[in-house]
Every structure is written in C-alpha cells, then in structure tokens.
C-alpha cells in the first residue's frame, strides 16, 4: 500500500490546517492509520492515531485539544485538522499505515512521505 501526504504549508500562530494522507487501492479500511512529526533536530513522535473502527488516540493532552483526525474509507483518506497551531507545531508531519492497531509498539509498516508544516509568529 502507498500512501500520499498533503496539505502543509505555512500558517500563522493560532491559525489552522488540514493534512490529508491518502491511501493507494481501495485498502483503507483494512488499516490503522497514524499521524507522525519529526521537528529539527528532535526524534519522531507520535501525533495521533485512528483505528480501523474510527476510535482515536492523541499522544498529548495539548495535541487533543486542538487536534482531529478522522478518517473516510470511501475516499480512502485520513485526515488531521489542526488547529490553533502554535510555533511548537512546527514539523514536516508523516502519515503511516498498519494492520495492527494503534497500541502495537513496533513500527507503522507502510509510511508516505512526509509534508512540511511551519508555523510562524
């Protein structure tokens, strides 16, 4: 399965975004599909994650709070709305795909490649 992540760019402090990561073949809804970011000179982290059944996870209460992912297996999309983004937000932002669920804690398996989000002042 490929995947195809879109929609960064650059957005002010407190404005919002939408990535979309959209999944090759009509598979989508046999995976879970996870939100990464990788900032400068930082490790991976997880963003968010949504099961195969739709049920979500965020890593952190701050990206709970402004954060939603969501996913439509018609369009065989997964979507993240981020908003009141703040300078911390700032990452280029990966989507990955399992067929596990969102608790495995080996690696994504499929991964596309990443879209930048830069969040200014």
């Known amino acids: 399965v490929q995947l195809q992540a879109s929609g960064g760019g650059l957005v002010q402090t407190g404005g919002s975004l939408r990535l979309s990561c959209e999944v090759s073949?009509?598979?989508?809804?046999?995976?879970?599909v996870a939100w990464f970011r990788q900032a400068p000179g930082k490790e991976r982290e997880r963003v968010a994650c949504?099961?195969?059944?739709?049920?979500?996870?965020y890593e952190t209460v701050s990206v709970q709070e402004r954060f939603t992912v969501s996913r439509d297996n018609a369009e065989n999309t997964v979507y993240l709305q981020m908003n009141s983004l703040k300078l911390e937000d700032t990452a280029v932002y990966y989507c990955?795909?399992?067929?596990?669920?969102?608790?495995?804690?080996?690696?994504?398996?499929?991964w596309g490649q990443g879209t930048q989000v830069t969040v200014s002042s």
């Open positions: 073949e009509d598979g989508l809804v046999y995976y879970t």
């Open positions: 990955a795909a399992d067929l596990g669920s969102c608790t495995i804690l080996r690696d994504f398996d499929f």
């Open positions: 949504i099961s195969r059944s739709g049920a979500t996870t």
